[in-house]
């Protein structure tokens, strides 16, 4: 496990950035896994969490997906302040920034003290203390960000007549729209960047044809 180094809070920013970038910059086997095009997204979204959060520093580990699978991947861990019927509560987050983070949510885990416990049933977290809530499960690719997760990740939105734990439906007939723009205007933005550099690469592909056949045709001239 790699940790950024340890430093004034006044130059946390600044070690942090450092330690991104770092991570994300190694090739090899112990290299994140995350393609080059989201690795800035992925320093945007956990440099503010660690300036919101102090606790909430970036790290290195290793993630067991089975028995045979393990791979290296970014996650920020410690405690978070949850609101819970107006008392809050320091309860301990693990946020996983998976392989195929940002475009889909991370994984995220709560992880109790020696004296609490789970609650069966939860609505929001199973017996493995995996988190599923709303914002998780409504991620929208560059628009969703870790700070909003870590601030109150297990506050529900709206409590029902029925004692069950739903959202505003107003709020999600907002809500879904824009995320749906936002979306499709980054995949058009992907799929132009694609182009581009197809294009680009076209272009320095002829460059190179053309060079090496000036070299030929000035070798011609030269030997007659």
Known sequence: MVHPPSSPSSSTTQFT???LSSVLSQRGPSSLPHSEDVKWLICQNLLPLSESFSSLHPK???F???VSHTVNLLQSDDTV??????VTYNITVIIWLMETYPHHPPLVFVNPMRDMVN???HAFVNPFGLVSIPYLQNWVYSSSILVDLARNPLRPRRTGSGGGVTEDPNEVYRRNPINKLVENVHTDVEVLRKK???EMEGMFTAQAV???REEEVSK???EM
């Open 196 to 198: 581009r550099e197809v």
């Open 220 to 222: 011609g001239l030269r």
């Open 60 to 62: 290195t580990a290793t």
């Open 119 to 121: 609650k069966r049933q």
């Open 64 to 66: 067991t997906h089975n």
């Open 81 to 86: 302040p949850i609101l819970f019927h107006n």
């Open 210 to 212: 053309l060079r090496q």
């Open 17 to 19: 950035q450092q330690f």
